[in-house]
């Protein structure tokens, strides 16, 4: 469609707004009358020619076949399209009948929408537009506004017209609806500061998405095929790569049959989607509305190729509740299987964090992978390729793509691309079936830096790709080689830049390295006044104990003084759950720990208040006394009295976690597990004594634990020893502790250092700059000019 029709077209809709609405709706408001009266006029415009038709048939069946329901088939046979209106009105004869009366023509409008077939209704009732016409009717402008839709000087159909002055009016194809569609709700959301273009994606953008999933297997396309977009939107992805495949690849021979599916969880953009596929033939029922997250509407089905731009940002954390039950992912497809470092199968989380969902809508669409081989694209920002620990859900996300040798290339597209973020985005390919050339292999591809400037912003979008553009970036994709970043003359990077890995590039251990715990100890009162107290609650428990003393420990105070407590909490911003408040007025509790102070009391007047610097010794003693006054602890009782008495200090001896033995298999089965010998064992944690075949452990030092990331390809044991050891003599490794996790730098494998200008060339600027400041930097400077 020609732009400057398309724009008067925009124009013309726009100005409907102002020129009717403008008392009866807040600006905020239009949208709820434009978008689905332009949804209804377009309908509307590709029936007028089959009215007859559709009213003979319905005749037909109510007096000739007696029918008490209408057939549908017929009516949509006799329609022409898959939906189909019963009534005698149409918008052009509800307007040249109408009278002053608003309510008559309120009566004939309903009767209208009543006419239609149950999926344009369904697309009615999304649109709340009955509601938005009783409303109109109310303030007397339904009129004024049937009559702009009817306007001979605007053409929503899919003929050429002429006007009443004699010009022509270009036919609007199903695409031109689309776009109108797009621009209406870009400009809508613009007016209302919301995310302008949230429902869509620019054309270019998707332009290059449907080369890059389509053009490698052009020639082998089949005759029937489908296509998925979870996050469907108003449709431009499905229609476009519909347009895209019958453009560029017509079937020679057969006609090809392509299959249209997606889903999407706004109502109007839903709506939009729906009609957009009714006018255009497609099946209307394979576009479902709802949370692709909390239910799984297509998992019977597998889909050849997917393209999506899903949300980012977006917390999915009001679905949680359909996806996880507690730590447990209870569906199926946010759930792996992936090896861990001793190659055991585990099932694993595949659930990103909750403030962001957008990798879920890439796990879904790989649940939708067909056996046979699928191709998929999608539109992610930077987030995707990094966030997330070795072992958490977006890198086990990661991982089990990679791992399965699914992704293909991933294209970083210019900041500004889109309408409604400026900040960088990537296209991600995959591909469950790649060729021979690919397996192994993962392309990155730099784009950032092709681009053209719009004269004017649309929103963020500041810059699009050309047909050049997407062209070379299509071509790039296609060699997969690597290609050096060009420089100007500048020596500032330009043009696209591409670099090929092997998919374990991406790939690294996490590993624990860990120090042994020193420990010296000692009893003050000090130390074991905090054991009368919970942690969680010292602040209002020292509070009520220091202001009411031993009435603390009485359960009448605390029943009395039960709403003082709770709203001294308040009054102090101390947020207690129902588990916290219960402990806080629960007076045994209050006694249990009394009773464990008086116990470190009694220990610290038997074991005096020396300093000990060898805490092995210090719990010796400890257990000796409790032994001897035959007081019984629980372990974390105990651990309690042991915590608060001591602390770390590196002078201190190291404290032992127990004394283990290592002889015949089972030393050799540690050895075996840890790939070393045995005067290796210290480097594991396992220390020899002087007794043969007994080994010490040590207490670890959780402030001084620390962790390393090792590239796959590299031996854990070997880096430690060159990177670890040299520099931290009593540190070992917890093999026990080894994730493996994947990540995608961009910034590191693309980075490209550029020099620091001379000394001299910068001095020479200061002194420009100083001839224009009146000899001051060279005074300071103590240089002349």
Known sequence: MDHSVHNKLISFIWAIADDCLRDVYVRGKYRDVILPMVVLRRIDTLLETTKQAVLDEVNFQREEMHATELDDEPLKAASGYVFYNTSRWTLKTLFSTATNNQQILLANFEEYLLGFSANVKEIIGRFNLKAQIRHMASKQVLLDVVEKFVSPYINLTPDIAEDPDGNKLPALTNLGMGYVFEELIRKFNEENNEEAGEHFTPREVIELMTHLVFDPIKTDLPLTLTVYDPACGSGGMLTES??????????????????????????ETYAICKSDMMIKGNNPENIKVGSTLSTDEFAADRFDFMLSNPPYGKSWASEQKNIKDGADVIDSRFKVTLYDYWGKPEVADATPRSSDGQLLFLMEMVSKMKTGGSRIASVHNGSSLFTGDAGGGESNIRRYIIENDWLDAIVQLPNNLFYNTGITTYIWLLNNNKPKERKGKVQLLDASLLFRKLRKNLGNKNCEFTPEHIQQITQTYLDCAAIERELDANGDPIGIASKVFRNQDFGYYKVTIERPDRRKARFSADAIAPLRFDKALAEVMEHLYSTHGDKVYESAFLKAQEKAILGWCEDNDLSLNSKAKAKLLDVKYWAGLKQLFETAQRLMAELGEAECDDFNVFKEQVDAALKTRAIKLSASEKNAILNAVSWYDETAVKVIKKVVKLAGKELDDLLERY????????????????KKGEYLTYETSADLRDSESIPLKDSIYQYFLDEVKPHVAEAWLNMESVKIGYEISFNKYFYRHKPLRSLEAVAADILTLEQKADGLIAEILGVSI
């Open 242 to 267: 519909q347009n895209f495949i019958e453009e560029k690849y017509p079937s020679t021979t057969t006609k090809r049959d392509i299959y249209l599916y997606g889903k999407e969880i706004n109502d």
């Open 675 to 690: 790939d070393c010998v045995v005067d290796d064992l210290p480097d594991f944690g396992y220390y020899p004594t002087s």
